[in-house]
């Protein structure tokens, strides 16, 4: 068993007390560590990721008619997945007719659109395209399920899948990639009340 | 007429003024010689020139934190091999890594040992900061060297984890992916820490190139100061604590 | 081994000032009794420094607590060093480093794990709330952590007279080894429990 030191008495004056020289140390000390601070602040800002193109940026989708074009199965619902800026596009009247089995076919939802990013809110895997079997999209990495609206049903993620902003410029669909929205939060339900128990399932 | 042997090659080298010039006295025999031995030279200058007798049994320390850092040093050799090889792109690492297993000589032997060795060092910090605690070592006056040893452990932690995407293949692609994910749980500047940290929304070139300054460079840098700090203060505070 | 010393040079009043085997004819006598040369234990040294007493080479100390670095303490962290890199080699030479194929953001593995040693992270982040786990418990296991010597302040070093701090410090460790080891062997796709017997999804 030994003793604690002791560390002796802190030298100089009291507390409280300064001196010209004290004073002029301190403010010393007080531009250094401004400079620090800007220095920091400045290597943030160095650091800060450049990106010009490609994720990060604004990237036109098409209109209605060049979506359909690429892919014919928009217009009665199927989400088409515009890769490059790594979403699903969805026709949203007609994602739910697909949904309800009302097969409602839609080629110009105008407004009424939905950019879902694939980028898993749980740990960031990629979401696979709408699983055939539940209409979920349905995450394989940890079993996280989202409706066709992106509203969280099951899984570990902490909210529904994330979107972009989404403008009509002269017709075509034009995504802010930079600008991300929260998914809904955890038990939004305004669609596709299923149970998951009571629905077969892609993921585990 | 005697020949001269290999004894007296041995007698003229070490006669030599090269020889005397390099090693300023004979091999060390005597306590003082051994104690001028420690004393001069810079690197066996980490040691003092006693130490207290336990703290040679393995069974104090296991000479995990020597071990942690052995495994740096083999570390920062076999990184430096692999670093004549390998260039940071997402077009090129993957075929570097291949090109290092298949048709480097030893490539493979060196990545390994770059690998194993790396988990390895974290075992054995995690290790030795369990006996550290085990010993009540972070006691006064050790208490700042139990903070650095921390800071430590978070950099031997992030240069595992910078390291381990740089192969650029599925598993380092979705480890770094997921791992760095978690991240962005912080409450505050979630999304901004994550682009910061990714260099960009997603794993990718800029991913990569930041990983791997922070691999080759930043962190070992880092480290290695860190380390030159955590040993200059066990000697200041005594050498290793004492047994309990 | 004896050390020659000024006599205002003793810090602590307390301490010996006599090596218990050294005749008493020898007290004081200092300079005037070199040892042999060369014969370990025996020789005088001239002080060069002045050493406080809690320090490592103590001024009156009986020679036998200590052990010269050179060869004792180098001879320890080289054999343990050549043990290491024997480990290495030997296990460099006979398991590979896995490799899989070339990174593919459009193809989602069944199983994504991060590293190893933050398996235990993402096991926890897949029970609780995301921002307590995989923010604020990393935060505080690390500051925690560097805060261990300004939270027990006992002067008691051995294990068995700091129980509550040594119960605490192994509950944690021994916690974050289980859920590691669960993270590493017992989860599958979707991360969904599956038994090591079953399969392994763990790569290091
Ligand atoms: C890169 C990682 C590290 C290296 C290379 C390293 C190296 C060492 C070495 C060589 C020693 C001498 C005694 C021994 O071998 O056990 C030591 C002691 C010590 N280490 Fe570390 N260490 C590291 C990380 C840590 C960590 C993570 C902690 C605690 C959080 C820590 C806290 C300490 C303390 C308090 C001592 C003094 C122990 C005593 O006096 O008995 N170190 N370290
Ligand atoms: S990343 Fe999608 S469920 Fe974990």
């Known amino acids: 068993m030994s003793q604690l030191p002791t560390y002796g008495e802190v030298p100089g004056r009291p507390i409280g007390e300064m001196s010209r020289r004290g004073f002029m140390r301190r403010m010393l000390g007080v531009g250094v560590a401004i400079l620090s601070v800007e220095f920091l602040a400045g290597t943030v800002n160095f650091l800060w990721p450049n990106v010009r193109s490609g994720?990060?940026?604004?990237?036109?989708?098409?209109?209605?008619?060049?979506?359909?074009?690429?892919?014919?199965?928009?217009?009665?619902?199927?989400?088409?997945?515009?890769?490059?800026?790594?979403?699903?596009?969805?026709?949203?009247?007609?994602?739910?007719?697909?949904?309800?089995?009302?097969?409602?076919?839609?080629?110009?939802?105008?407004?009424?659109?939905?950019?879902?990013?694939?980028?898993?809110?749980?740990?960031?895997?990629?979401?696979?395209?709408?699983?055939d079997q539940s209409k979920w999209f349905e995450c394989l990495c940890h079993g996280s399920k989202y409706t066709i609206l992106g509203e969280k049903r099951a899984g570990p993620a902490p909210r529904g899948m994330d979107s972009?902003?989404?403008?009509?410029?002269?017709?075509?669909?034009?995504?802010?990639?930079?600008?991300?929205?929260?998914?809904?939060?955890?038990?939004?339900?305004?669609?596709?009340?299923?149970?998951?128990?009571?629905?077969?399932?892609?993921?585990g | 007429m005697t020949f001269p042997g290999p004894g007296d090659l041995v007698r003229v080298v070490k006669?030599?003024?090269?020889?005397?010039?390099?090693?300023?006295?004979?091999?060390?025999?005597?306590?003082?010689?051994?104690?001028?031995?420690?004393?001069?030279?810079?690197?066996?200058h980490l040691h003092p020139v006693r130490v207290k007798k336990h703290a040679v049994r393995y069974t104090y320390t296991f000479c995990l934190g020597g071990l942690s850092f052995f495994l740096f040093l083999v570390l920062t050799v076999t990184g430096v091999y692999l670093m004549f090889f390998y260039v940071p792109s997402v077009t090129r690492a993957y075929q570097d890594i291949l090109s290092?297993?298949?048709?480097?000589?030893?490539?493979?032997?060196?990545?390994?040992?770059?690998?194993?060795?790396?988990?390895?060092?974290?075992?054995?910090?995690?290790?030795?900061?369990?006996?550290?605690?085990?010993?009540?070592?972070?006691?006064?006056?050790?208490?700042?060297n139990w903070v650095i040893g921390v800071v430590l452990l978070f950099s031997t932690l992030w240069l595992s984890f910078t390291g381990y995407l740089l192969p650029w293949d599925q598993i380092a692609f979705w480890a770094i992916t997921v791992g760095s994910q978690m991240a962005t749980y912080a409450p505050l500047l979630s999304d901004e820490s994550s682009f910061l940290l990714l260099g960009g929304v997603l794993v990718d070139q800029g991913t990569l190139i930041r990983f791997y300054v922070m691999h080759v460079i930043a962190f070992p840098l880092i480290a290695a100061i860190l380390m030159v700090v955590h040993f200059w203060r066990i000697r200041k505070d005594g050498g290793i604590s004492g047994p309990v | 081994m004896t050390i020659e010393k000024r006599r205002n040079a003793t810090a602590d009043k307390n301490a010996p000032t006599q090596a218990p085997n050294v005749p008493a004819v020898e007290r004081g006598a200092g300079p005037k009794l070199p040892g042999p040369p060369g014969v370990p234990g025996t020789e005088r040294f001239r002080l060069l420094a002045y050493v406080k007493q809690e320090s490592l080479v103590r001024v009156d100390k009986r020679p036998d607590e200590t052990l010269l670095t050179w060869p004792h303490l180098l001879r320890a962290e080289f054999l343990a060093a050549l043990l290491m890199g024997v480990v290495l080699v030997v296990a460099s030479v006979t398991i590979r480093a896995p490799l899989e194929e070339m990174a593919n953001a459009g193809v989602t593995p069944h199983v994504a794990k991060a590293p190893w040693y933050f398996l235990g992270l993402q096991e926890l982040i897949s029970y609780f709330n995301a921002t307590v786990a995989g923010a604020f418990l990393p935060i505080i296991y690390l500051v925690g952590l560097a805060l261990v010597p300004y939270i027990d302040?006992?002067?008691?070093?051995?294990?068995?007279?700091?129980?509550?701090?040594?119960?605490?410090?192994?509950?944690?460790?021994?916690?974050?080894?289980?859920?590691?080891?669960?993270?590493?062997?017992?989860?599958?796709?979707?991360?969904?429990?599956?038994?090591?017997?079953?399969?392994?999804?763990?790569?290091?």
């Open chain 1, 55 to 131: 994720l990060g940026g604004r990237l036109t989708i098409g209109t209605p008619a060049e979506i359909i074009a690429n892919d014919p199965a928009w217009a009665t619902g199927t989400p088409f997945a515009f890769n490059r800026a790594r979403l699903f596009f969805l026709n949203v009247p007609a994602a739910k007719g697909l949904v309800d089995g009302s097969g409602a076919s839609v080629t110009d939802p105008g407004e009424e659109v939905l950019a879902l990013y694939r980028k898993c809110p749980h740990l960031g895997c990629q979401i696979p395209p709408l699983c």
């Open chain 1, 164 to 203: 972009f902003a989404v403008e009509v410029v002269e017709g075509a669909y034009v995504v802010d990639t930079s600008r991300i929205v929260g998914g809904p939060p955890e038990g939004t339900v305004t669609f596709d009340p299923r149970d998951t128990a009571a629905i077969p399932h892609c993921a």
């Open chain 2, 15 to 44: 006669e030599s003024a090269l020889w005397r010039s390099l090693f300023r006295q004979p091999y060390p025999t005597t306590s003082r010689t051994r104690a001028l031995a420690v004393m001069n030279n810079v690197f066996l």
């Open chain 2, 100 to 144: 290092i297993e298949n048709s480097v000589a030893f490539g493979s032997f060196v990545r390994n040992m770059h690998r194993w060795g790396a988990h390895l060092m974290v075992l054995t910090v995690f290790l030795h900061m369990i006996r550290v605690f085990y010993h009540g070592a972070y006691k006064p006056p050790r208490e700042f």
């Open chain 3, 153 to 204: 302040r006992s002067p008691y070093k051995a294990a068995r007279d700091r129980k509550t701090m040594w119960v605490f410090f192994m509950c944690l460790m021994v916690g974050g080894l289980l859920i590691t080891i669960i993270g590493s062997f017992f989860r599958g796709p979707g991360w969904n429990w599956v038994w090591p017997w079953d399969g392994i999804f763990f790569t290091l």
